[in-house]
């Protein structure tokens, strides 16, 4: 099993930044991938960002430019840097992991919630 477990989020203002970590424990040597989901109130819940071993990464268009994801693989942790932020990023922010695929992630932190005022 492996667990995640998230910190960073908060209440900003339209235009800031916040920076999200996430950290890994348990059978970590198994995952190659690691992602931030978010999920708006009333929304599905999306993927944000992915990052694999190699350290290739994916962003979904609306935060190109703007976020900025990575990893330590030393430290088992994963980072959402987040710039520029605006109202529509607002959501519940999960950080998630999976040995082999990023899009049905098998395991997932607890959320993190991310506010963003006009």
């Known amino acids: 099993q492996v667990q995640l477990v998230e910190s960073g989020g908060g209440l900003v203002q339209a235009g800031g930044s916040l920076r999200l970590s996430c950290a890994a424990s348990?059978?970590?040597?198994?995952?190659?991938?690691m992602a931030w989901y978010r999920q708006a109130p009333g929304e599905q819940r999306d993927l944000v960002a992915a990052?694999?071993?190699?350290?290739?990464?994916y962003y979904t268009d609306s935060v190109k430019g703007r976020f900025t994801i990575s990893r330590d693989n030393a430290k088992k942790m994963v980072y959402l840097e987040m710039n520029s932020l605006k109202p529509e990023d607002t959501a519940v922010y999960y950080c998630?992991?999976?040995?082999?695929?990023?899009?049905?992630?098998?395991?997932w932190g607890q959320g993190t919630q991310v506010t963003v005022s006009s």
């Open positions: 998630a992991a999976d040995p082999v695929q990023i899009s049905t992630p098998s395991y």
């Open positions: 348990g059978r970590t040597f198994s995952i190659n991938y």
């Open positions: 990052i694999g071993r190699g350290d290739s990464t």
